[in-house]
């Protein structure tokens, strides 16, 4: 968070550390941070991560997202574009130019103690941990991500507001 403050890189926490976030507390083990940033910004943020000791990693395809890894802990980086409506879209890859959630970036952000960081909203973290053994055909739903719907659709719950 920190190197993209400084490099003025947006970026918003998804996954596990986002709910995590959202409610307060970590209510599990991670085994990586997940980001989303603008395509645009890849080549700051790369440079930025570099010089900061981080080494890059295998991942998804060019332009879709940035794996990286520093002292055993990985970083993703998924790149977000816009399209010609200007709704967000997925920047590259195979899907390049399938929309995210309508709402994904309207989220605050969470925090856990002094630590605060923008946030995917809690409805667009649903759909996605939802929706992704279909978008990602062969992965199978992860019984951490069905405690996390289960999770964040209580959070929804308690706030009032429509998971769906």
Same mark, same amino acid.
């Given at each position: 968070?920190?190197?993209?403050?400084? =490099?003025?890189?947006?970026?918003w926490? @998804?996954?596990?550390? %986002?709910?995590?976030?959202?409610? /307060? *507390?970590?209510?599990?083990?991670h085994?990586?941070?997940?980001w989303?940033a603008?395509?645009?910004?890849?080549?700051?943020?790369?440079?930025?991560?570099?010089?900061?000791g981080?080494?890059?990693?295998?991942?998804?395809?060019?332009?879709?997202?940035?794996?990286f890894?520093?002292?055993?802990?990985?970083?993703?980086?998924?790149? =977000?574009?816009?399209?010609?409506?200007? @709704?967000?879209?997925? %920047?590259?890859g195979?899907?390049a /130019? *399938?929309?995210?959630?309508?709402?994904?970036?309207?989220?605050?952000?969470?925090?856990?103690?002094?630590?605060?960081c923008?946030?995917?909203?809690?409805?667009?973290?649903?759909?996605?941990?939802?929706?992704?053994?279909?978008?990602?055909?062969?992965?199978?739903?992860?019984?951490?991500?069905?405690?996390?719907?289960?999770?964040?659709a209580?959070?929804?719950?308690?706030?009032?507001?429509?998971?769906?």
């Amino acid at each position: 968070m920190a190197i993209a403050k400084t =490099l003025g890189v947006e970026i918003w926490l @998804r996954g596990g550390w %986002a709910m995590d976030l959202l409610i /307060g *507390e970590p209510t599990r083990d991670h085994e990586d941070i997940d980001w989303f940033a603008w395509s645009a910004d890849a080549a700051t943020l790369t440079r930025g991560l570099l010089r900061s000791g981080y080494e890059p990693l295998s991942g998804p395809a060019a332009g879709q997202q940035l794996d990286f890894g520093k002292q055993g802990e990985e970083s993703s980086f998924a790149l =977000l574009d816009k399209d010609r409506l200007d @709704r967000v879209v997925v %920047a590259g890859g195979p899907w390049a /130019g *399938e929309r995210w959630p309508e709402d994904m970036l309207e989220g605050s952000s969470g925090r856990i103690g002094a630590l605060r960081c923008g946030i995917i909203s809690p409805r667009s973290q649903i759909e996605i941990k939802q929706m992704m053994p279909v978008w990602a055909l062969g992965r199978p739903r992860r019984k951490k991500d069905a405690d996390d719907i289960t999770r964040l659709a209580a959070v929804l719950q308690e706030q009032h507001i429509c998971p769906q």
